[in-house]
């Protein structure tokens, strides 16, 4: 266990709907980041959030948003979805340290 | 603009041999480096970093080299295992802030008997 927590590990939906995924961060930690990955390509960064703000953002659809609440964690929110955006979607979370990121075990999103 | 390079997707060793995993930035600020292995149906896990004032880290059986003035860097596995089989990514930072990580795409090794 890695510390930093997704829910739910696998979703699938129909071509149109939303979804929202859920992460925890590793205790401590301010920062939290998502990232995609498709087809076992590489991590695509979506944006990063630092204590409730948002920080960075990457190749992020504007059918995308995100969020982080007070208690730190975050949610990504994927509306209007489309077959492409079947992907694993991972979190991490960050305090800046030796060892970079910690990633959560990610949400396998199918879009049918 | 690709700031990290991983040009090889796949490598595939025999167990017990070595494995070169190679990875070329083109940012001169990155000062901190890091490899992280991905398995399947997991997230990345922190494997090894390097910073930039060393040419070399070792743990165990993974060492990772830094050539500054190639901006290149290598993970080397010796002796190779089948457990090693994964997705190995490098990223790198600016000013030892690992707060802003950049990824490689990552290269797929195969370990086989």
């Known amino acids: 266990d890695s510390g930093v927590t997704q829910t739910p590990k696998h979703l699938i939906t129909a071509t149109g709907q939303r979804v929202t995924l859920r992460c925890s961060p590793r205790?401590?930690?301010?920062?939290v980041y998502w990232y995609q990955q498709s087809l076992d390509q590489g991590l695509q960064f979506l944006i990063q959030y630092y204590n409730g703000e948002e920080r960075a953002k990457g190749n992020i659809l504007e059918r995308f948003s995100a969020q982080q609440f007070p208690d730190l964690h975050s949610e990504l929110n994927l509306s209007s979805l489309e077959l492409g955006d079947s992907a694993l979607y991972f979190c991490?979370?960050?305090?800046?340290?030796?060892?970079?990121?910690?990633f959560g075990s990610g949400t396998r999103l199918t879009v049918v | 603009d690709q700031q990290v390079k991983q040009n090889s997707p796949s490598l595939s060793v025999q167990e017990g041999r070595i494995s070169i995993l190679n990875c070329d930035y083109t940012?001169?600020?990155?000062?901190?480096f890091l490899w992280y292995k991905k398995y399947p149906a997991e997230g990345p896990t922190f494997l090894i970093s390097i910073s930039s004032i060393k040419d070399k880290n070792e743990d165990g059986r993974f060492t990772v080299f830094l050539n500054k003035s190639a901006k290149h860097l290598s993970l080397h596995i010796v002796p190779s295992q089948p457990g090693d089989s994964a997705v190995y990514f490098c990223a790198a930072s600016e000013q030892f802030n690992t707060d802003k990580l950049i990824f490689g795409t990552g290269t797929r090794l195969q370990v086989f008997p």
């Open positions: 205790s401590g930690d301010l920062s």
């Open positions: 991490a979370s960050s305090a800046d340290s030796l060892y970079g990121y910690t």
């Open positions: 940012n001169s600020m990155f000062d901190y």
